[in-house]
């Protein structure tokens, strides 16, 4: 130390000495991937659980380890954890590891070996029920001792019993992953939801429900959480799975197209990876492939009927009704709306306003609200609606200086 207080010492010598003491410190202390937020502690950089955990799980899906489950325990947010349960994650590896669509897989290959895996095959839609429960009858009247034959008795009954809970197949892995994404943001304020997601049956993992992003910031926050999802799980590296949504999502806003074109485009292109006959494509390649004249068009198609863009005027933002937001979205699910709705109603229907489907509805499909428009107006009393006979979105005809922004008091 007394070194340093010498005056005549070179300034080369005087940095020199720096750096090294810099980097004595920081290899004894801090882990340069988790800066220590990651037990065990003072670990060495190697053994970081953030890249022994990437690395293993980016193997499984690389070698099609049908079975192995990602670990993500360190990587997920709490909420994101909630919505990729174990189940889950169990399906997407599942999705990853399945046979070009059409082909019949071979049995004979090591990866069903195991009496379980033939009862995964199936599940995860490598084959059918009935393809799978022959082959394990085969391998039965095969079986030359009790042990072998007891397992693979077991693995009959479990075929048995998740025959209902199969994933579908007509979703790919990374839309899978979208529509789960987009999940975690619709179910945020649905309370029954959470208490429900630690008991959560199969049959409700193994499915997915896309639900659009209402707003350009929710897009961008569903961006931002795919992204983690993509990473963690070791479907992407970091740099391919951002460079894939600056070219196709980012790219399209910066040429002013609407977000909702942008969400399309996604899709689209994740479908390609997805559905790609010959397995080559991946985020790394798709988008300089080509075609992207008939992605965008086809993109620019599906928004005009997914995302009902609310015109080019401004809206002042009208009325929705109490609790209008996601916690009474899927109220029930299985009825879908008639396309009739109660004109009875004092109140209007906040779907119908920003042309969406209804979400409020009677047994018979049937909307409970009016179908008039919920622009707030100042002279027609407190909470004054516009109450025409339009939608919102299309354009509200009342007197422009009468409209407001909130109810009138
Ligand atoms: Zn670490
Ligand atoms: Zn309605
Ligand atoms: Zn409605
Ligand atoms: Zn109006």
């Known amino acids: 130390m007394s070194l340093l207080f010498l005056a005549p010492l070179s300034s080369t010598v005087r940095v020199g000495a720096f750096v090294f003491a810099n980097l004595g410190y920081a290899e004894a202390t801090v882990c340069p991937h988790c800066k220590d937020t990651i037990l065990p502690a003072a670990h060495p950089a190697t053994a970081c659980p953030l890249v022994t955990e990437l690395n293993n799980n980016a193997a499984i899906f690389t070698n099609k380890r049908l079975g192995s489950s990602p670990?993500?325990?360190?990587?997920?947010?709490?909420?994101?954890a909630m919505q990729f349960t174990r189940?889950?994650?169990?399906?997407?590896?599942?999705?990853?590891?399945?046979?070009?669509?059409?082909?019949?897989?071979?049995?004979?290959?090591?990866t069903y070996t195991q009496s379980n895996a033939v009862v995964k095959a199936?599940?995860?839609?490598?084959?059918?029920?009935?393809?799978?429960?022959?082959?394990?009858?085969?391998?039965?009247?095969?079986?030359?001792?009790?042990?072998?034959?007891?397992?693979?008795?077991?693995?009959?009954?479990?075929?048995?019993?998740?025959?209902?809970?199969?994933?579908?197949?007509?979703?790919?892995?990374?839309?899978?992953?979208?529509?789960?994404?987009s999940n975690v943001i619709s179910k945020r304020l649905d309370l029954t939801f959470k208490l429900e997601a630690a008991g959560k049956s199969k049959a409700t993992s193994h499915s997915a429900t896309l639900v659009r992003p209402e707003t350009e910031s929710e897009f961008y926050e569903m961006?931002?959480?795919?992204?983690?999802?993509?990473?963690?799980?070791?479907?992407?590296s970091a740099i391919i799975v951002m460079k894939f949504i600056d070219d196709v999502v980012f790219?399209?806003?910066?040429?002013?197209?609407?977000?909702?074109?942008?969400?399309?485009?996604?899709?689209?292109?994740l479908r390609e990876i997805d559905f790609d006959p010959a397995r080559v494509l991946h985020m790394a390649n798709v988008f300089r492939r080509g075609g992207q004249d008939t992605l965008m068009s086809e993109?620019?198609?599906?928004?005009?009927a997914s995302f009902r863009t609310c015109g080019a005027n401004l809206q002042l933002d009208g009325a929705k009704y109490p609790g209008?937001?996601?916690?009474?979205?899927?109220?029930?699910?299985?009825?879908k709306p008639n396309?009739?709705?109660?004109?009875?109603?004092?109140?209007?229907?906040?779907?119908?306003?920003?042309?969406?489907?209804?979400?409020?509805?009677?047994?018979?499909?049937?909307?409970?609200?009016?179908?008039?428009?919920?622009?707030?107006?100042?002279?027609?009393?407190?909470?004054?609606?516009?109450?025409?006979p339009h939608a919102r979105c299309t354009g509200c005809t009342y007197a422009d200086d009468k409209k407001l922004k909130s109810p009138a008091k």
């Open 324 to 335: 209008s937001d996601r916690a009474t979205k899927n109220l029930k699910p299985d009825i």
């Open 223 to 236: 961006i931002h959480l795919f992204v983690m999802v993509v990473i963690s799980l070791g479907l992407s």
């Open 251 to 269: 790219g399209t806003v910066r040429m002013k197209e609407h977000f909702g074109v942008a969400h399309e485009l996604l899709l689209l292109y």
């Open 71 to 80: 670990t993500v325990v360190h990587s997920l947010t709490h909420e994101l």
């Open 87 to 110: 189940p889950v994650i169990d399906a997407i590896v599942g999705l990853a590891c399945a046979p070009v669509h059409g082909l019949s897989i071979d049995f004979t290959d090591p």
């Open 299 to 304: 993109a620019r198609r599906n928004a005009a």
């Open 339 to 388: 396309g009739k709705h109660d004109d009875s109603s004092k109140k209007p229907c906040a779907d119908f306003n920003a042309g969406r489907p209804c979400r409020t509805l009677k047994a018979d499909g049937s909307c409970v609200f009016s179908h008039r428009c919920n622009q707030f107006v100042s002279d027609k009393g407190p909470l004054g609606y516009c109450f025409g």
């Open 122 to 181: 199936a599940v995860y839609g490598h084959c059918s029920f009935a393809e799978a429960s022959a082959i394990l009858s085969e391998r039965l009247d095969a079986a030359g001792d009790m042990p072998s034959i007891e397992k693979i008795r077991g693995a009959m009954d479990s075929l048995k019993s998740a025959s209902e809970s199969a994933v579908n197949t007509a979703t790919g892995t990374h839309l899978f992953v979208w529509a789960r994404v």
